[in-house]
C-alpha cells in the first residue's frame, strides 16, 4: 500500500513540472511569433566609390624645438655699463643698440688722437709751403747762374787775348761761383724741406692710423644686436663693470627654428635629407614647414640616433625647449586611396606579401581584382595606381571573412548578393 502512494505521489509531481514546462514554452513561443520581424537579410552589401588623394607612411618622434642658434652677446673693450635696455622676451633686430659702456675714456683718448693727427697736418701744409716758396725762387738763381757763366767764359777770352785785365776776370769769375754757390744752396734747402716732409708723412699715416683705431675702440663703446631674435637672458645690469670675457645678454636666433629628435636606429634607413616632418593640432609650427635637414652619424647609448628639421619660414611666437609629437613622412604617394575595410589579402596562395584585392564593381557583377598598391598608409589605407584603379570606381564594403569566403565573380543587385 505505501508503495502505491508513493507512485501515485510520484505521477502527480512529475504531471505538474511538466505542466509548469508546457506553459512557459508556449509563452516564449507566443512572443517571439509577435515580435517584429527583421527585413535586413544577412546577404545585403555596402558600396563604396574610391576617390583619388595622397597617402603617407609616417615614423612617430618627440621633437624638442629650439631656435636657429643660441648667441652670447660680449662687449669688444671694458668699462662700465651706462645703458642697459632689453630684458627677457623682448624682440631685438640685427645691428640695433642694446647696450653701451662709459665712453669718457675713450673720448678723451680719441681727442687726443685727433688733435696729433691735426698738427701732423698743420706741419705737412708747411712743409709743402716752404718747398713751394723755394722751388719758386729756383728759376732767377739759374738764370743768374747762366748769365755768370756766359760772363765768366767770355771774359777769360778776353783775358787770354790780353784785352782784359786779370784783376776784371777774377771779379767775374767770383760772381760766377756766387751764383753758383746762391743755386746749390737753395737746392740744399728744397731737399731738406722734402725729406722733413717725408718725415711728416710718416707721422701723418701714424698719427690717422691712431685716430681711426681710437674710433673702432669708441665705436665699441655702444653694444648691438649681432642677429634678428629674441633676448632669453639678461646677466649685466647698469652700473656693472665689464669686460670683453662678460656676457651681456644670451638671444635666441629666430631667423629659422629647429626640432630635435630622437630615433631609434633600426629606422636611420628609412630617414633621408629633405623629408618633411609633420605635426598634430599645432597650427605655427605646420606653417614654418619643417624638413629634415640633418641626421647624426653615430647614436647615444640608447641606441637612438639624433635627427633635426629646420624650419622653411620665421615661426611665429615660438615656444623653445618645448616638446611636440611630431611624425617624419618616410614615404609619400599620390593615387586612387582604398580605406583599410574595402580591400583584403587574397586567400589564393599564389599572391605575394605585398598583394591586396578588392571586388570591382560593374553594372551587376563584382569581381575580385588583385593590386599592388604603391603605399600602406599609417591608416591602413592602400594608395594604388589611378590607371588600375581610376578614382570614382565602386566597390564592395564588406567584413574580412565576408571577403575571404565570396567567390572570385559574383552578381549583385540593389545591395544584395545572388
Known sequence: MKRLVGILITIVCFAVFAGAAWKSFHAIKTRQDNAPKSTATQSAMQFLAVAAGTGARTLPALATLKSHATVKVMP??????????????????????????????????????????????????????TIRSLSSQRPALVANERFWRSEQERDRTLFEQGALSKAQWEATANKFAEAQGKLAALDAQIEAS????????????????????????????EVVAPVT??????????????????????MEDTRSCRLVMQVPQQYVDDLRVGQRVTTDGTGNLVAAGFVLSRIYPTGNDLYQRTVEAESTA????????????????????????????????????????????VYLVSGETARRLPLSPLLLTDRGEAVVDPGVLPAGSRLLRLGYLE????????????????
Not at 642697459?84 to 622676451?89: Q, T, V, Y
Not at 615660438?318 to 618616410?330: H, L
Open 194 to 221: 722734402r725729406a722733413q716732409k717725408q718725415a711728416v708723412a710718416s707721422q701723418k699715416d701714424a698719427a690717422a692710423q691712431t685716430v681711426a683705431l681710437w674710433k673702432v675702440r669708441n665705436r665699441y663703446a
Open 403 to 418: 571577403y575571404a569566403r565570396l567567390p572570385e565573380r559574383l552578381t549583385v543587385k540593389d545591395g544584395e548578393r545572388r
Open 314 to 357: 620665421p615661426l611665429a611666437n615660438p615656444d623653445f625647449e618645448r616638446q611636440y609629437a611630431v611624425n617624419i613622412v618616410i614615404a609619400e604617394a599620390s593615387g586612387t586611396i582604398i580605406p583599410a575595410d574595402s580591400f583584403f589579402q587574397p586567400p589564393n596562395a599564389t599572391a605575394t606579401p605585398d598583394t591586396v584585392a
Open 229 to 250: 631674435g629674441i633676448i632669453s637672458a639678461r646677466v649685466q645690469e647698469v652700473g656693472n663693470y665689464v669686460t670683453p670675457a662678460s656676457v651681456l645678454y644670451q
Open 76 to 129: 669688444e673693450t671694458a668699462g662700465r655699463l651706462v645703458f642697459l635696455n632689453k630684458r627677457e622676451g623682448d624682440q631685438v633686430t640685427a645691428g640695433e643698440v642694446i647696450a653701451r659702456i662709459e665712453g669718457d675714456e675713450l673720448q678723451a683718448q680719441l681727442n687726443v688722437a685727433g688733435a696729433q693727427s691735426s698738427s701732423v697736418e698743420k706741419q705737412t701744409r708747411a712743409a709743402e709751403e
